[in-house]
Structures are given as C-alpha cells and as structure tokens.
C-alpha cells in the first residue's frame, strides 16, 4: 500500500504571469550542442557517426539499447564533433556528443510519417520506440515503455496540469498546438488499448478548456478534466487518486492507467504527421534571476548559458539554478549543462541568504507532506545517521515536492534533508 494520505490542498503563489502571456522566442545555440549520449545513468550507447561526419537536423546519431531502446537524432546541422563528459541536469556528468553548428539547420526527414489510424497498434508503439520520444514532463523516461505490453488498462490520462510554480511551458505548447495536443492523445489512446482518454488540466486555464472542449465535441472517448489550481496536483498520484479514487503501489497501470504528459502527446502528433524526432524544446526560463523570463524554443543540446545571454541575461551577479521549477527542480552549480529533450523548466532565482532557526515543533511540514511522511522525523533521523530509523519512517516514499521545506515558519530546508536521507537508504540498498 502507498503510504499516500496527505491533504493535497496547498495553494502557492505560481509566479505564472511572468511567462504565460509572452510569446514564445527562438533561440539558436551560439556555435557548438551537445547532445547527452546518456541521462546520467551510464547507459549503453552507440554512437552511429564519426568526428568530421556532416550531419542534418534529424540525422541519426547514437542509440541507447540499455535498459530501454532510445534513438537519438540531431538537433542542428552541422559537423560531429568529439565527445565529451559535462554536467547534465540530473547533477552527473555524462557523455555528451559534440556538434559544431553550422547555423544553417538543413534538415532531413528522421522517419517516415505515420497514419496511425491505418496503422497497427504494434506499429504504432514501434514507431514511438523509433521516433526516440521520452516523457516530456520533465522525467524524460521512454513513451513506448508504457504501451509495450498494456493489460487491463481503461483509462489514459494526458496530464496538462502543469501544478509547479514559474513553469508555462506546457501552456504555451497547448495554446500553439491545440490540435496536436488532441491528435496525440487519440495516436496514445489505441496505443494504451484504454476505453477511454481524459485530458487533465487545471480549470483556470480558461481559454485553452474552450478550445479543447470544442475540438472534442467529435471525439466521444476523450473528455475534459478539470482540478483545482492546487499543488502539487500534476503529480501522477494525486492526479489519478483525483480521476479514479484509486490508489496504487508502484505504477498507476496496476490500477488501469497509463498517464502521459500533455507535451508528450503534441510532440508525438508532430512526429506522426511530419516524420519529424524531437530536435527542439519549449522550455520556461523564469525567476527574479532573470532580466526577462520568458518561454524559449530551441535546440536540444543548446547550453543554459546560450540561452540566458540570448534573453537578455541574469538581473543578478548572485543566482540560483534551478533544473525544473523551485518545489521539485535540482539545484545546479554551473549554467554549462544542456536542454534535454524532455526539459520543460529551468528556474533562475535571486539567492536570499536567510539562517534557518531552530524547529518550534509545529508540525506543518508532518501536515503538509503530500506523501503522509513526518519530514521533521526523517530530518532528525538524517542528522543522527541512523538509517534504520529513516527506512522505517518510509522515507523512499519522498516524492521531493519540496513542500516541507516551503512550508516550514523556521525557514529549515527539511525537503534537503529528507533527499539526503532517500539516498543513503538507496546506498545501503545497494
Ligand atoms: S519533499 Fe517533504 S513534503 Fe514533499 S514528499 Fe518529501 S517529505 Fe513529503
Ligand atoms: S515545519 Fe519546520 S518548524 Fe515546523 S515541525 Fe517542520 S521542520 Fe519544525
């Protein structure tokens, strides 16, 4: 059983304005991408071109077959260059193929389009594998994976929640791409073997529900569901519990559910209609560490520091990098790391020194903590390194919302401690 049982009714303050209403600019690596070979994890590669070798934006590149099959295409035109080890945004360095730019971004077609409603359901979830889609909220794990072998599955849930401050990216994808977004998740629907299809969003984004609504009017299996502006909403688990009541163990297809993100669903619609992999993100660039926030489209590959100088730079000499947003995102020391090809954010704040105080016992953290965990407990259980305590206070059922550190009146970082806590029983496991 998940130890779930949290009240789920925080509302934060989403720092959405800064973002949502701009347009979305293009950016353009300044001379070199790096495309990540791996996502920190060591995973077999081969790389399927040479230093010199001219390549196209959608040229095959490497290809991961360990543990999960994951084609890699490039994102520019231009010459292979070698490869290198750099931070990724996982906080491990890892390979990284270097390509020379040549800023003219010819490109060829990666694969054949795909009529997916000619084409087998085996098709389709081989053209998923093919076409190198990973889950683009942020956690980058391969689409085919979970329509390889669907059993029992009723429900698919395109998540367009999108619940962590500062990030709009999703928003912005949905409003350019209304139609993809509904393509894609009727190409996932027969893909998920599922009755039916509901697209999750929250219901302040007014005008993207008009026009979703109006595109389903002709689409029976597939509804509208709207959730409050709360967070953290857009996880997976409050997300299902919200649609089915239902709670699960590991993954939510134990319970007839496959979920996908609503960024997922456009880029597979693209991929279908144009034969076209995934060589550019819309990324959220936001936070008081910015002179201009705003929503980017660019290469992957491209790095953080092209991208900040190309949106005007830091407002401060002194800031904090966050890849993802500020609850759940990883703090990184350096901008040289790249955009992935399932970034979605990356927050840039003001740092504000602020001396923590000492714990008043007033259990809000306990209150709040989505996960039913006492993070004060598992805290006190890290700083003693008594790691048979922090394995019985659960603490691997952290999901890092970082709502306990957001929460806490003595400004502790109690969602740090419970991290640490999370790895060192991960440690011991090994
Ligand atoms: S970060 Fe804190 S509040 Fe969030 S799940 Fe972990 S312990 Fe609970
Ligand atoms: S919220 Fe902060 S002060 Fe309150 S119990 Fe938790 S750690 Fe202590």
Known sequence: MPLWVGPMNTHLNGHKELTAQNEIVTVKPKGDVYIPLSNGNNAAVEVLVKEGDKVKVGSLLAKRSVPFIVPLYSSVSGTVGPVKSMMHAVLKPCDHLVIHDDGKYEKIQAFKPLDFEKASREELVDFIMNSGLQGCGG??????????????????????????????????????????????TKALLKASTAKEAIIAIKKNKVEVCHKIQALLATEPNIRLFMVPDLYPMGWERTLVHKYTNKRYDKLPSEIGVI??????????????????????????????????????????????KDVVEAI?????????????????????????????????????????????LACMRCGRCNDTCPAGLLPVRIN?????????????????????????????????DVTEGVRRAKRALQLRKK
């Open 139 to 184: 956690a980058g794990f391969p689409t085919y994976m979970k329509y390889k072998n669907p059993v029992g599955i009723n429900t698919l849930i395109i998540n367009a929640v999108e619940c962590e401050p500062y990030i709009t990216a999703d928003y912005r994808t949905m409003k350019e791409f209304i139609e993809d977004l509904v393509y894609g």
């Open 380 to 412: 006190n259980a890290e700083a003693a390194k008594d790691l048979d305590l922090i394995a019985k206070l659960s603490a691997d059922q952290c999901i890092e919302c970082g709502l306990c550190s957001y929460i806490c009146p003595s400004r502790i």
């Open 312 to 356: 005007g730079g830091y407002s401060s000499e002194d800031v904090l990098l966050i890849a993802g947003g500020p609850m759940m995102g990883k703090t990184i020391t350096t901008d040289q790391f790249v955009v992935t090809q399932y970034a979605n954010a990356i927050t840039i704040l003001k740092t504000k020194p602020e001396e923590a």
């Open 259 to 304: 979920v996908n993100n609503a960024t997922t669903a456009v880029t597979l619609a693209q991929s279908l209609k144009l034969g076209k992999a995934t060589d550019e993100k819309i990324v959220t660039f936001s936070g008081d560490g910015l002179k201009h926030p705003v929503n980017v489209r660019v290469p992957y590959g491209t790095t953080i």
